[in-house]
Each structure stands twice: as structure tokens, then as C-alpha cells.
């Protein structure tokens, strides 16, 4: 909270002055002073400015109030409440992060981080109507942050998470009102990535253009594997076009080494897989899927932060994401990451192949790894 009295005492010595002159100058007494310096009590709220002034201050230094964070700040925050999170009780850790909103509220990037924040542990409550609360919660915070934030990037990515917790609290309707604007493929905007490649070549800026270029190829792959994972759900009554799907994904994953650069996203994808395959009672095909589910959760756990990487080919790749994200951790801790990716081996559609000695390996063989991590 506020730091007022170590900064008095600080800027009072800094100046070279006594209790006494301060008194003095300002009008109270000795005592008042010593107990402002020992957080006894506060000046009354008139007095502020004239200590300010008499500093050379602005009251929030005078305070020790920060209504902003630093991007490392943002980082460390997060980091801190999503280890809290996965260790001590949830509701404890949720009139945390509350009141850390209240205390920052007009710093729109780290209320963008809270809802992230929110809707990566939401699940962790005891029952669906306080999830839901939670979730509404984190889409009041997005639209804060469309009203108030002045940068259009920051604002865009609180529009599309707006939409990702509108759709799953079932309100499709808002989903489509608030992205068919920004999410048109036929739209202008969507030749702005070129334009600025293009620019950064014509001026000579031929680092920024490699840097550009990378980070939109990884994301054109990424969009290929998410939504083929969307179309796969969209097409489970097509077992022809689903297998095929399934083949030219793997072999993009397989070119481009995905699955060390995205394992999270990878992980879905093969479990989207599994569960076509499951459908079907392709259990080879099946049981195939699920060891490559598994590796994409032992990949990310190998991490000591679950985050995208770059390799030999994308160079650039991590320099690009460093620059635009406020926090380099993980989305959910590991331990949450890793109860999530074991509730998978009780979908109801898997257990027919729960007998299955690879199945029943795959199972171990994850235990194992989560017996590590929870230690």
C-alpha cells in the first residue's frame, strides 16, 4: 500500500532537516511528524500538496503510490499468483488478485494479465456459478479495457479474449458481434502483416523484416494446426475427411518441428485427434494419438517455463515474443497443467481402452512426471 512514511522520513533527510523544522514549516507539531515517519497516522488529506510542493514531489512520490507497473512488475505478479494458485486455497489467492485490481486499476496491461490470470484458473473454483462469476468478472475487465486503453493492440487482444470467455459462457451471439469486424479474413486489415514486412525491406531494416517475417510464418503454421483442431470437432461425422485432416497436420507438425516449438498447442491437437480416432474405434490409431498427446505434455514440462520457443529455423522467434508479451511465465503452473492433461484418461470416450496395456502405460508414465513436478 502507501509507503508515505519511509518517504518522509527519506526526503526529510535528504533535505537535511529536522522533525522539528519540518513541524515547523508545515504547521503541527513534533509528535505529528514522529507519527506520520512511524505510520501512527496520516496529514490530513489538505496538507498534501504543501509537502509535496515543499519536497519538489508529486503527491503520488510523496505517497509511495504506483498506479502503474513495469512489464517485469506485471511479469513477477503473475508468476507469483499463478504458483499461489497451485498451492494454497483458491478463494485466498482470488481476494489477492482482487485487490491487487482495485490498487492498480487504471494500469489496462496488467489488468489484461489478471484476466488471463482468471480465466487460465476459473476451473480451480468449487462449483460452476462461482466459475462463472469468475469468468464474468475477467470479461468486465476486457471491456475496462476497451473503454479506457488508448493502444490498439492491447485493446484487440482484450476484444479477443473478451470473446474466448463469451464463448464459453455460451454467449455466441456477442462472440460473433464483437470479432466479425476484426476477425475478417477478406478485410484490409488482413494485409497489414505483409505491408509492414514490406516497409521494413524498403528502409533498409532488413533485422526487424526477418524478425516480422518468422513471427508471422509461426503463426500462419499455429493457425493451421488450431484450426484444424476446430475442424476436426466441426467434421467428427466425416471419418474420411477427419483422417485426412489428420495426416497433412502431422506432416506440417512433422516439417516444422512443432511440437518442440508449440507443445501446448500440439497437445490438443493430437488429443482432438485421439478422440476421432476413439469415435471410430481405431484403437491402433487411437492409442497412437494418446502416446503423442503424452509427449506433448512431458515437452512442456521439460520446460522450466511452459512457454513457445524458437529453434534452428525460427531465430527470431523468442526476441518477437519477449517484445510483445508483459509476462514471460507460464499461463497455468505445472501442477494445474498437469491434473488438467491426467483428467484426459477419464474422458468417458477413452475408458473402453483402459484395459489396453498402452494405455494403461501412458497413464503411468504420466503419473510418474506429475509425481515429480508435485513434489
Known sequence: ???FGDNLVKLRKSKGITQE?????VGVTKASVSKWETKQSMPDIGML?????????SIDSLLGYHPKLSKEEIAQTYGELAGKFAKEPFEMVMKESEELVKQYYSCYPFLFQIAVLWLNHHM???DTQRRNVILENACDLCSIIVDKEKDQVICNDAITLKAQI??????????VDSLKGIADPLGLSAQSHNLLI???QAKGDTEMAERYSQLHLYNDILGIISHSTLYLTNNIDNELRCEETIERVLEVMKTYHFLKINPNTSALFFLQAATVYATYDRKDKFLQ???KYVDAIYALFEKEVVLIQGDSYFDKLELMIAQRRETKQAPRDKKVIFQSAMSMFEYPLFLKYKDEETFITLKQKLERKGEEICK
Open 1 to 3: 500500500m502507501f509507503e
Open 21 to 25: 523544522e519540518l513541524a515547523e514549516f
Open 49 to 57: 500538496p504543501l509537502l509535496s510542493s515543499y519536497f519538489d514531489v
Open 124 to 126: 480451480l473454483a468449487e
Open 166 to 175: 463469451l464463448l464459453m459462457l455460451g454467449r455466441y451471439e456477442e462472440v
Open 198 to 200: 514490406q516497409a521494413y
Open 289 to 291: 494419438m494418446l502416446e
